[in-house]
């Protein structure tokens, strides 16, 4: 076919445009591949649910991770989303899901070091839920045979916490031997080793590790009390061996206001005591029994003072020691039955961590600090309970169900909400047509200054720099003023020739030259004020374009809300909102009773602890009774004092 309208001249430049269009889409890959540009939202998605992860948002990282496999962006077979994910179930209290995510992980074709650490996530998880037996099985895996990696490190301190718990000193020793100090991992190591030698019957080597840890220089918190635990622990290794000289010289590094200082003061005087120097041993156990008595250190050094008193024959002393003694039982029995029928209460549990309640926006795996009662024997207790492993797991999950039950009740406000506004928009529906009218004319009108604007721009700035140009350099009272001088000057031609009107002519003349001259004086100023306005103008028009865009959104919004049926939708969420619900209650009552049947087990052992105390206390009264009764040369058993 021939097209009459192409020429020769008009053949190169198609030629060019042709070879530009064809070169223009590998022109886009080639700079795809120099830019890296990737078409997938899978960084996208990773890199916020790795923000929430490490703002500490491990609800809303697990949330992202669940929703992207259910949208398909994620799937099961990328190894680093899926480890992570593990670590979610895992800190969420879902040992199941968690077991399944690092089973899946663990059957793939994987570099070795990446199978090592998904098995030892595993276990660490077995670890966490108290099935030792089976954590064992797995630990024994190891994550890196060149070097001690934190993971390895980590690894090696649980597996030898179960052999110790074994009876497996050696092993656990050995274990624990290449794990490098410099690190805090590294101290707790080197305090587990010392205490496996000291088992294993090896005190010498034990307590030159212990005396490693002890040394280290003052440091936070968590450094101060594990270099506290490594004094106590060579003073308990001495006394045991019978030298109360070296257990005093390590006591004496244990801090006076720390968290072991009660255990350390009631050693320091049994040392004296051993070196029968019980003066200087009555002096720590009075000073400690000045301190909070539900202490069980403190109970005991209430026992132990009178018996100083004893060896000092100070018979009257520490009979009125033993009656304190029991007195002191006495009432920390009564307390802890207060607190067994505290904790039979439904709300005791919640009264621990009242900030839980109301709080809007909380992450569900954030648990809240526990609020501790201001009784001291309930203090006491709870700081022993909370010591115990199980029932710290246990409290944590329950914390967590709380706050997630805090967040559904949240999220059935906001559906409530959701539905309003969508029935408001539906009844609003048929007006949705005469609004897209509206809407279709200001983008019309927008479209057409739009179009039209470079014309009036271009005009208005070649006005302004004519300076000749008297009507473009005016202001609007100038061209009034000129009006209305054309106006007078032509009712003042229409007048007769006569001497008056050539004057009033010449007059008019005068007139419009001194305007003129007003004008060009005032030139300058009117056309940087144009260009001012110009601007102006111009960022207005670009304000009503995105208005108008706005507006184009907004509409489009409303009818697919109006065609989405959300609140039939909400209706259906509500309904497994409902169902989430139930199931958290009954977890929740789960939790409550296990938990309260562990602390009332606790409390069970408590109280049967403090009986015995309390009869020892008893026994000892009448002991000294019966004992001044018979120096009497009255018969024992007879008239109490």
């Known amino acids: 076919m021939k097209y009459p309208f192409l020429s020769r001249r008009h053949l190169p430049r198609l030629l060019i445009a042709v070879a530009m269009s064809a070169a223009l889409p590998a022109t886009a890959a080639d700079l795809n591949k120099?830019?890296?540009?990737?078409?997938?939202?899978?960084?996208?998605?990773?890199?916020?649910?790795?923000?929430?992860?490490?703002?500490?948002?491990?609800?809303?990282?697990?949330?992202?991770?669940?929703?992207?496999?259910?949208?398909?962006?994620?799937?099961?077979?990328?190894?680093?989303?899926?480890?992570?994910?593990?670590?979610?179930?895992?800190?969420?209290g879902m040992p199941d899901a968690a077991d399944n995510v690092f089973s899946r992980i663990?059957?793939?074709?994987?570099?070795?070091?990446?199978?090592?650490?998904?098995?030892?996530?595993?276990?660490?998880?077995?670890?966490?839920?108290?099935?030792?037996?089976?954590?064992?099985?797995?630990?024994?895996?190891?994550?890196?045979?060149?070097?001690?990696?934190?993971?390895?490190?980590e690894r090696r301190v649980m597996l030898a916490n179960v052999l110790m718990g074994k009876n497996e000193f050696d092993r656990a020793r050995d274990l624990l031997a290449p794990i490098p100090m410099d690190t805090a991992i590294g101290m707790y190591a080197t305090y587990n080793m010392g205490v496996a030698h000291i088992r294993a019957n090896q005190p010498e080597e034990g307590v030159r590790l212990l005396e490693t840890v002890m040394a280290l220089p003052v440091s936070d918190h968590e450094?101060?009390?594990?270099?506290?635990?490594?004094?106590?622990?060579?003073?308990?290794?001495?006394?045991q061996a019978n030298n109360p000289e070296k257990a005093r010289e390590a006591l004496v590094n244990v801090r006076l206001e720390g968290p072991f200082s009660n255990s350390a003061m009631l050693s320091l005087g049994y040392a004296h005591f051993l070196r029968n120097d019980?003066?200087?041993?009555?002096?720590?156990?009075?000073?400690?029994?000045?301190?909070?008595?539900?202490?069980?250190?403190?109970?005991?050094?209430?026992?132990?003072?009178?018996?100083?008193?004893?060896?000092?024959?100070?018979?009257?002393?520490?009979?009125?020691?033993?009656?304190?003694?029991?007195?002191?039982?006495?009432?920390?029995?009564?307390?802890?039955?207060?607190?067994?029928?505290?904790?039979?209460?439904?709300?005791w549990l919640d009264q621990l961590s009242p900030s839980t309640d109301g709080v809007r926006g909380s992450d569900p795996l954030d648990t809240p600090r526990m609020a501790l009662p201001s009784n001291p024997t309930e203090t006491a207790f709870l700081s022993s309970l909370f010591a115990s492993h199980t029932f710290n797991e246990a409290y944590l999950q329950y914390q967590q169900l709380r706050q997630l039950q805090v967040l559904l009740a949240q999220r059935h406000e906001?559906?409530?909400?959701?539905?309003?506004?969508?029935?408001?928009?539906?009844?609003?529906?048929?007006?949705?047509?005469?609004?897209?009218?509206?809407?279709?004319?200001?983008?019309?009108?927008?479209?057409?200054?739009?179009?039209?604007?470079?014309?009036?721009?271009?005009r208005a700035r070649t006005a302004a720099r004519n300076t000749r140009n008297l009507s473009g350099n005016m202001s609007p009272q100038d061209r009034e003023r000129n009006n209305?001088?054309?106006?007078?000057?032509?009712?003042?031609?229409?007048?007769?020739?006569?001497?008056?009107?050539?004057?009033?002519?010449?007059?008019m003349r005068i007139l419009k030259g001194l305007h003129s001259f007003d004008v060009a004086n005032k030139a300058p100023r009117t056309q940087n004020q144009m260009l001012v306005e110009l601007t102006r103008y111009e960022s207005e028009l670009r304000q009503i374009r995105k208005r108008a865009e706005a507006l184009r959104q907004t509409l489009e919004d409303s009818k697919r809300i109006s065609k989405a049926d959300i609140v039939n939708r909400t209706l259906a969420f509500d309904k497994r909102l409902d169902s989430a619900q139930k199931g958290v209650e009954i977890a929740l009552t789960e939790h409550r009773n296990y938990l309260g049947a562990l602390t009332i087990a606790a409390l069970e052992d408590k109280r049967s602890r403090l009986?015995?105390?309390?009869?020892?206390?008893?026994?000892?009264?009448?002991?000294?009774?019966?004992s001044a009764l018979i120096r009497e040369g009255q018969p024992a058993g007879g008239i109490q004092p």
Request: aromatic content about 8%.
């Open 34 to 92: 120099r830019l890296k540009v990737k078409q997938d939202l899978t960084e996208v998605v990773m890199g916020q649910v790795m923000h929430d992860y490490y703002l500490g948002k491990g609800f809303s990282s697990l949330n992202g991770i669940l929703t992207a496999k259910a949208a398909g962006i994620l799937s099961d077979d990328v190894t680093a989303t899926e480890i992570l994910l593990g670590d979610l179930y895992t800190a969420f």
């Open 106 to 153: 663990i059957t793939r074709d994987l570099r070795s070091e990446t199978r090592n650490e998904t098995w030892f996530r595993q276990g660490r998880l077995k670890y966490r839920q108290g099935e030792y037996f089976e954590a064992e099985r797995i630990l024994n895996v190891p994550i890196s045979s060149t070097e001690i990696v934190p993971l390895e490190a």
């Open 223 to 239: 450094t101060n009390a594990l270099k506290d635990r490594a004094a106590l622990a060579i003073a308990y290794s001495y006394l």
């Open 278 to 347: 019980q003066k200087r041993a009555l002096s720590f156990w009075l000073e400690l029994m000045t301190r909070n008595p539900a202490d069980s250190s403190v109970q005991e050094a209430m026992l132990l003072a009178p018996r100083a008193y004893e060896a000092l024959q100070a018979n009257q002393q520490a009979f009125f020691g033993y009656k304190l003694a029991a007195q002191t039982m006495s009432s920390q029995l009564a307390a802890v039955d207060q607190i067994i029928t505290q904790v039979k209460a439904p709300a």
């Open 414 to 458: 906001d559906l409530k909400a959701m539905r309003d506004i969508a029935g408001s928009m539906s009844r609003r529906q048929s007006l949705l047509s005469e609004q897209e009218k509206r809407v279709v004319a200001i983008e019309d009108r927008t479209l057409a200054l739009q179009d039209y604007w470079p014309t009036l721009q271009s």
């Open 484 to 507: 209305q001088l054309e106006q007078l000057e032509i009712s003042i031609n229409r007048l007769s020739d006569s001497p008056l009107k050539e004057m009033l002519v010449n007059r």
């Open 611 to 626: 009986s015995d105390d309390l009869a020892q206390a008893y026994l000892n009264i009448a002991r000294l009774q019966d």
